[in-house]
């Protein structure tokens, strides 16, 4: 979480308040972490601070000139528009007259290739001895997957975490595509917050779904699923053979409940996010209406927070979803573990 | 019966916003419990502030799920 921490640090702290970065002390220093699988033996450590310093230092600053201008931008649609920000995207144009092309969807498209192009002109290639950019990017998903490993599980978290990261990246460079628009206002019409619009948002949610039904067939199994959510979780040994039945019955009827509450999060994971990133636009525009000049920054940086916390969301609860019948087999194993002791373990000491 | 017909209008009109406006009540209460229980255990144990971060924001998202349900689905 150290990349949520110094956002927020930054967002909240003044640029010129915040003290030089001291040079690590030999002692503190450790190796990077191999998240590419790549060990870097004898090769100098690099801190970690300073990079994400340096680069959070940048983006901020640009979010900050996004904020700042947003007001002017708004004053002019304020002018433009007197109703609020339209619940549906505009059509732009119908590929051979039939598949629409919305102001949305071309956001998203301008989103996953900017992701893209950063990816192959900035990083290019991995390289063992990283450069900046990578050494940042690679903090970056250090930190989200120091995350999301002890929610999935350490044996699936190889496999699901590409997916959660690109969740979590191309969500929050979408949620903050609104605050960037700000400084365009009326004149891009063509562009529209691409999370703003529940297609998006449902699309997003599917394919988190199909990632969840794939790893968790992959990786658990149908039985392991089945008894999961069907299951009888009572101990056949501390429950007697009626009750033991009668829970059967009941863990069954809970099954069903439970298969519904499992269909049911595609729409909470759409709503949720759309809601949030709907309502906010919202918010920046009628705070525009009323009050055009300066106020709209303040809604424009809390909709920076709320971009990321609930790009976090989505990518944490994903992470659940798949962690809540992938990561039992973990937990069984260390339950298990033959260092511990089975039985009751003696409660931590209270302070008086 | 013609006088109470604009007055059941209007009341089937605001039933939609009284039903938007519990859920988002229900939502409240249910992230403020969460953010006030998280702040607390953040207070009894610091160091643990990023796991109970995690299951902070988990705790909200579900709660605030209810808000968007009363508002989307409903009316």
């Known amino acids: ?352 | 019966m013609s006088t109470l017909t604009p007055i059941l209008a209007d009341a089937v009109n605001i039933s939609g916003s009284i039903q938007g406006g519990l859920g988002c009540l229900g939502a409240a209460i249910g992230v403020g419990l969460v953010g006030a229980r998280a702040a607390e255990a953040v207070g009894r144990n610091p160091s643990a502030s990023g796991k109970i971060l995690v299951q902070g924001i988990l705790g909200m998202a579900l709660a605030e799920a209810v808000a968007f349900y009363a508002l989307f689905l409903g009316k």
């Open chain 1, 1 to 352: 979480m150290s990349f949520v921490k110094t956002f927020v640090s930054f967002v909240v702290k003044p640029i010129s308040h915040i003290p030089p970065h001291p040079p690590p002390a030999a002692s503190a220093r450790r190796p990077p972490p191999a998240i590419f699988e790549i060990e870097r033996p004898g090769f100098p450590a690099f801190s970690r601070g300073s990079y994400m310093r340096l680069f959070f230092r940048k983006t901020a600053a640009i979010f900050a000139a996004a904020t700042v201008l947003s007001a002017a931008g708004i004053a002019d649609a304020a002018a433009a528009e007197a109703h609020g920000v339209t619940p549906d995207p505009s059509v732009l144009t119908r590929i051979g007259g039939v598949f629409p092309v919305t102001n949305s969807m071309l956001m998203s498209w301008l989103v996953a290739g900017l992701i893209v192009l950063f990816v192959r002109l900035a990083l290019g290639r991995p390289r063992l001895a990283p450069t900046r950019i990578q050494a940042a990017v690679e903090d970056l998903l250090i930190g989200l997957r120091d995350v999301l490993a002890p929610i999935v599980g350490k044996r699936v978290i190889p496999h699901a975490f590409p997916l959660l990261a690109s969740f979590f990246i191309y969500i929050l460079l979408m949620n903050w595509s609104g605050v960037l628009l700000g400084l365009f206002g009326e004149f891009l019409p063509f562009l529209r917050p691409a999370t703003a619009d529940l297609n998006t948002t449902l699309a997003l949610a599917v394919v988190s779904f199909g990632g969840w039904l794939y790893f968790v067939l992959r990786y658990a199994g149908l039985r392991v699923l089945a008894r999961e959510t069907f299951g009888n979780k009572a101990d056949r040994r501390e429950v007697a053979a009626p009750l033991y039945a009668f829970l059967t019955v009941l863990f069954l009827a809970v099954g069903v409940i439970e298969v519904v509450s499992i269909l049911i999060r595609p729409v909470s994971l759409s709503f949720r996010l759309y809601g949030n990133v709907f309502g906010g636009e919202n918010l920046i525009h009628e705070l525009g209406r009323l009050a055009p000049l300066g106020v709209p920054a303040a809604a424009s940086f809390l909709e920076i927070l709320i971009g990321l916390i609930q790009a976090l969301v989505f990518t944490l609860l994903s992470a659940v979803y798949i962690g809540l019948v992938c990561n039992h087999g973990d937990e069984h194993e260390t339950a298990h573990a033959p260092d511990k002791p089975a039985g009751e373990t003696t409660p931590a000491p209270t302070p008086a």
